[in-house]
């Protein structure tokens, strides 16, 4: 990797060495299930213990990140889900690099990410000598306290570095100043050695970071470069100007948030992608003939997938600017059906809702978003007469639509009201998003038939899960007028079922699991359910709440324990474990699997989730048109080439 710090270049005084330490691209994408075969055995009673002094614990910083790494990463997973802990731990470190290109410092950024190693180098200031120790492993230690060294800032403050370390097996840190070098190296957050010296071979300023996270923590884990790829593009976009360069790739962008837009829809806009850019503000907006709203919202170079008071300050400025320009009072609604745009804030002092970033709270940067917003486009809009003609066009039409769907809505719910109150489908929870902190684990199973769900009804936990049934396959609905949906009697229970015939907004739950057989029908109806999604509610999807519930394909037990397996290979290796005389079962679907034993696979601690994940925008119409349209002559071959035999299937 160009401009690489190797330990041969420090040349100082001799410490204990560091230990070694062990260790489907498509639109719509489920990832690999975990491959961890599930054991069960009965757990003894523990006695419970005498509270009292000796029960009182003291924890330093980086063991408290150990122990609570939720409260700094959000999540752990294996590399399967986009926001999985490692990618944040990634993250943390390039972000560092990024503020010193902020600060006018280096204008490129190396990264390697090969077997599980991570190495980032930049060319910035260089952690000042002193001090390289305390900055990647004292909590509160930092230089971004101060805003006239990091007016900016993408990492966090004082926390970043420090959680690498402490969730890394092996973590490494040089810095590099006028010709000196300090290096540290720590293992699982414990120093294990440090030097200081003078560099034998001239080398640039700046910082070399190389981690390993551990196995201990995270389990089994693999970056998928794809997340990786995606988020050496973000930088790009929001940071114009500054090169990354990813295993010898390199990522840049002229144009940024243009770009960045461009990239997501190209050929679907309506008219040629507007943008504005100013010194704390930039945007970049265009319409589709998609159906909701989609946004990309970033504050300091974060990206706040739950969007904020930045969002809602961008939203309010583009709906009264756009009246002001045509002299109208559009509904907000109509002006933004079909809206897709990026939004790059900066502020000194964000305040987000949470330690991983996903949501600012600031609301004192309300007025000036709102504002610069509004003569940002006003001077966009004189300046492009054809494109602001197509924006009115664009509401016009959505008004009418909006009119049709309200006259359809009405006639829906007329009828819902003449079938009962209740939904009779749906068998609720207690809790939902609506209720704070107790709903913000609130989710949906949306399964296949009354069998599937009588039994995950007896397994789950009421508190917060909820089941919707399907009486089998759903209508589908590629290619219909959104109006038709409300016309669909399942459909527009599910709606209702989930909180969003009126509006997304209102969902009431945090994850919606498509939860049907491991067989064709069961794939069938979820590629159904995934269509009415992603032709309707496709913000649904992009904001990262829909998941494929994996429930094992086969049982492997002896008299002393079972073993449950989501793949042949780790039935494989469990019957090799298990000896040759173990019983083999398969599940061909949820209804055969007992209530005692689905309660394993739908709690929290062991359930496993599939995110459904987008890669890009654009993709989605050419997809559902080739595997749900018409039956064209490609899916035929498609399908030809790809059909298994009865001999390729184990059943």
């Known amino acids: 990797m160009g401009g690489k710090i190797e330990k041969k270049t420090v040349k100082g005084s001799k410490t204990k060495t560091a230990a070694k330490t062990a260790a489907k691209k498509t639109v719509a994408k489920s990832a690999p299930a975990k491959t961890q075969a599930k ?169 070399y970071f190389e981690f390993e996270p551990d196995t201990s923590v995270f389990g089994k884990y693999k970056f998928n470069m794809e997340f990786v790829e995606k988020r050496m593009w973000n930088y790009a976009y929001l940071n114009t100007g500054l090169t990354l360069r990813l295993n010898g790739q390199d990522y840049k962008s002229e144009n940024g948030l243009f770009d960045l837009l461009n990239k997501e829809i190209e050929d679907t806009s309506l008219y040629p992608i507007g943008s504005y850019q100013g010194d704390h503000l930039k945007f970049a907006f265009t319409h589709t003939n998609a ?46 059906e079909g809206l897709t745009a990026a939004l790059l804030v900066k502020i000194k002092d964000p305040v987000f809702e949470s330690q991983t970033k996903n949501k600012l709270g600031n609301t004192d940067i309300r007025a000036w978003i709102v504002g610069e917003v509004q003569s940002g486009l006003s001077d966009w809009l004189h300046r492009n007469s054809e494109a602001a003609k197509k924006i009115q066009e664009k509401i016009e039409t959505n008004q009418k639509l909006r009119t049709e769907l309200s006259a359809v809505k009405s006639k829906a719910k007329e009828a819902a009201k003449k079938i009962s109150i209740q939904i009779p489908k749906l068998k609720d929870c207690r809790y939902h998003v609506q209720d ?103 913000e649904l999807v992009t904001s990262g709440r829909v998941f494929i519930l994996e429930t094992p394909l086969f049982r492997v037990r002896n008299k002393k324990e079972n073993i449950y397996c989501y793949s042949e290979e780790e039935r494989d290796a469990a019957i090799e474990r298990l000896g040759s005389s173990a019983e083999t079962s398969r599940f061909k679907g949820l209804g055969e699997i007992n209530g005692d034993e689905f309660k394993e696979f739908i709690s929290p601690e062991t359930m496993h989730l599939t995110p459904v994940e987008i890669s890009q925008l654009k993709a989605v119409p050419k997809l559902l048109a080739f595997y749900m349209g018409k039956n064209t002559p490609e899916r035929r071959q498609f399908i030809e080439q790809h059909l298994l035999s009865n001999a390729d299937i184990d059943a």
């Open 39 to 207: 054991k069960t055995t009965a757990a003894p009673k523990k006695a419970a213990k005498v509270y009292d002094e000796s029960q009182i614990k003291h924890l330093d910083a980086l063991e408290h990140i150990r122990l609570r790494s939720g409260m700094y990463i959000g999540r752990l997973g294996d590399g399967s889900n986009q926001n999985d802990g490692i990618y944040v731990l990634l993250k943390e470190v390039v972000d560092n690099a990024v503020d010193e290109f902020i600060m006018g410092y280096g204008k490129r950024i190396d990264v390697e990410v090969k077997d599980n190693r991570v190495k980032v180098r930049d060319y910035g200031r260089g952690i000042p000598l002193g001090k390289v120790v305390e900055c990647v492993s004292e909590i509160n230690t930092g230089a971004k306290y101060n805003d006239d060294v990091f007016q900016f800032s993408v990492g966090m403050n004082g926390v970043g570095t420090k959680a690498v370390n402490a969730l890394s097996s092996y973590f490494r840190v040089v810095s590099v100043r006028k010709g000196e070098c300090t290096e540290a190296i720590f293992e699982r957050g414990k120093l294990q050695s440090q030097r200081t010296g003078k560099l034998k071979a001239k080398q640039p300023d700046g910082t």
């Open 291 to 336: 159906y909701g709203e989609t946004y990309f919202s970033f504050v300091n170079g974060q990206y706040t997938a739950d969007g904020g008071t930045h969002l809602n300050a961008f939203k309010e400025g583009l709906v009264k600017s756009l009246n002001e320009f045509y002299g109208t009072s559009y509904k907000a609604e109509d002006v933004r």
């Open 436 to 538: 704070g902190p107790k709903g913000e684990n609130s989710m949906i199973f949306i399964t296949e038939g009354q069998s599937a769900s009588g039994t995950m009804t007896h397994s789950r936990n009421s508190d917060y899960q909820a089941i919707f049934s399907l009486r089998g396959k759903p209508e589908n609905m590629y290619g219909k007028k959104q109006t038709e949906i409300y016309k669909n009697d399942e459909l527009y229970q599910l709606m209702m079922a989930l909180g969003i015939e009126n509006d997304v907004e209102n969902l009431k739950y945090a994850k919606i699991v498509i939860a049907t057989d491991a067989d064709n029908d069961g794939f069938h109806i979820r590629n159904l359910v995934l269509t009415f999604f992603l032709g309707y509610f496709e």
